[in-house]
């Protein structure tokens, strides 16, 4: 899920032409959407796939 130097590197200079706090790219984008769509799933999915455990309050 490693993204292509030159897209990154596109990506960033596009943000720098027109001023843009952020940027994402490739993949990055398709997980953006799918935590706003199902954020209890996403956060389940990122804590495995990265070997984080649940926070219980």
Do not use: C
């Amino acid at each position: 899920m490693l993204e292509n130097p030159e897209d990154v590197a596109q990506a960033i200079w596009k943000a720098l032409k027109h001023q843009r706090s952020d940027v994402l790219v490739g993949t990055t984008k398709l997980s953006k959407a799918a935590y706003q769509l199902f954020p209890g799933l996403m956060k389940s999915i990122f804590r495995r796939v990265f070997g984080m455990k649940e926070r219980h309050f």
